[in-house]
């Protein structure tokens, strides 16, 4: 089929590629002439691992093309929106400029029986509304709703293998016409067996926000238990392995540390109270609230443990984040707790250095004040104190022994609960964890 693909970021560079991967021709299109000019000599703007092999394989064979220009999108028979849905600065609700401003833009461009498909994630009821303009400008075109649930890092493989798809229609029926088109979209997946289930449109928006919000709790459900396991003098990990393992609950997000972070929980959970509220039913997510309360108190609390640590003063100490990115994998540090911890410990007087395999340029970006310091070795010299906060494997595979001639004294916070704190304690450490005895 031929595909558009409207917005290149995160979502849609990914999208557009594992699209001409699945065998369609597709264009992706996006304003901003740099991101377009990386896409097309196959470098994302961004570290996602698979993504770049992905790009040269998928434009070398050529399937898939980039450009500013709208006017690409006409010929193509299916329009993905993926543009970003930010949170609106000073407020909890999402910014829906981007997403209405790229439908408003490809409704000139659109054709008798064209299919467009929102993927962002928005505040329900955007699709019903978006629906209305598209059969205003071409009464024979169609608007759905196709969530996606991608995680940064694995991009590739949960679009090309993802665990469901959720198609969104008016009225939610199989019959509906857009419901075939989206299956020959997606034949390649749905032949393997992929579950796909059809429900209306506000049912499929709702999906998105229900999933992103149950994560964020469970973790910080764990991480309110790790409150608990901190003064009762209990191991959060060993409690996270036992309830675990009873299979209502599952031990995956389940990992205690200094909490959730990125481009979309956040800003998701936010949103979704802010948009409940605008519907009358605030009070169903009040508990959202205490969601995103226990997650930002990891950072808090990491900044008094790291005190604690240093022996009751930062003034001056030398502190030195491993990992700035958000989580592994990933060089994105949009609401990164690392970061921000790394941030909050300058602040304070702390001399913080900070090192990411990936991160450091977007880091540096954002936090221009802080130094960075890319070569791991370097940054630890003569530190007073090592934070571990984001897990990447060279970072959770550091061996104590040979660290501890390195550092100025041998003191480490685990942020994520990964080392072993009995093996660094025998190699002669002050281990920290969170939630841990
Ligand atoms: C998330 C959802 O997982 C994905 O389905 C949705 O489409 C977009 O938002 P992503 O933002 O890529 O994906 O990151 P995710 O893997 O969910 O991690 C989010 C944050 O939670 C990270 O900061 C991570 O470190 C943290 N986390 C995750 C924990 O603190 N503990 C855990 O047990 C799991």
Redesign the pocket.
């Known amino acids: 089929m031929r595909i558009s693909v409207i917005g290149c970021g995160y979502l849609g560079a990914v999208h557009a590629a594992c699209m001409a991967k699945l065998g369609h021709d597709v264009v992706g299109i996006d304003v901003d002439t740099r991101k377009i000019a990386a896409l097309s000599a196959a470098q994302a703007p961004f570290y996602e691992p698979g993504l770049d092999e992905l790009l040269d394989e998928v434009q070398s064979a050529g399937k898939l093309a980039f450009t500013t220009d709208m006017a690409a999108a006409a010929g193509c028979d299916v329009h993905f929106i993926c543009v970003g849905t930010p949170q609106k600065k000073g407020e909890n609700g999402a910014d829906m400029s981007f997403v209405d401003g790229a439908t408003v833009a490809l409704l000139p461009h659109l054709q008798p029986g064209n299919l467009v498909i929102g993927k962002s ?1 928005v505040p329900v009821g955007t699709a019903a509304r978006l629906a209305e303009l598209v059969r205003d400008a071409v009464p024979t075109a169609q608007l759905m709703w196709n ?9 590739v493989s ?1 679009t090309l293998q993802p665990d469901r798809f959720v198609y969104g229609v008016d009225g939610g029926s199989e019959d509906h016409p857009a419901v075939a088109i989206l299956d020959e979209v997606y034949s390649g997946p749905l032949n393997v067996g992929t579950p796909r289930l059809v429900a209306d449109l506000a049912t499929a928006e709702l999906v ?1 926000a229900a ?2 919000s149950f ?2 709790t ?2 910080s459900f ?2 309110a238990m790790a409150e608990v396991c901190e003064a009762a003098g209990a191991d959060v990990t060993q409690l996270a392995d036992a309830i675990g393992l009873d299979d209502r609950i599952g031990r ?14 956040p800003k ?1 959970i936010r949103a979704f109270m802010a948009r409940a509220g605008e519907l009358g039913a605030d009070q169903a997510l009040t508990f959202l609230r205490e969601v995103d309360a226990i997650n930002m108190r990891r950072r808090t609390r990491v900044v008094e443990l790291t005190r604690e640590l240093c022996g009751g003063m930062l003034l001056g100490k030398r502190i030195t984040v491993l990992g700035a990115a ?3 994998e ?1 060089d ?1 540090v949009r609401d ?2 690392a970061l921000s911890i790394a941030a909050q410990l300058q602040l304070q007087g702390a001399v913080v250095t900070v090192t990411d395999p990936k991160a450091l340029a977007n880091a540096a970006g954002r936090f221009p004040e802080l130094h960075y310091e890319p070569d791991s070795d370097r940054a630890v010299q003569r530190a007073d104190a090592l934070l571990l906060l ?2 990447w494997p060279q970072y959770r595979d550091l061996d104590p022994y040979e660290l501890a001639a390195s550092v100025g004294s041998p003191r480490i916070l685990d942020g ?1 609960n990964v080392l072993d704190g009995a093996k660094w304690r025998a190699a002669g450490w002050t281990y920290r964890g969170l939630g841990r005895p």
């Open positions: 994630t969530p996606e649930f991608l995680r940064e890092g694995h991009a949960d998105k999933a992103n994560l964020a469970k973790i764990i991480n995956k997000f389940l990992n205690a540390g200094i909490g959730f972070g990125g481009g979309c929980l998701d958000f989580k592994p990933s994105d990164s707790p984001t897990e994520r």
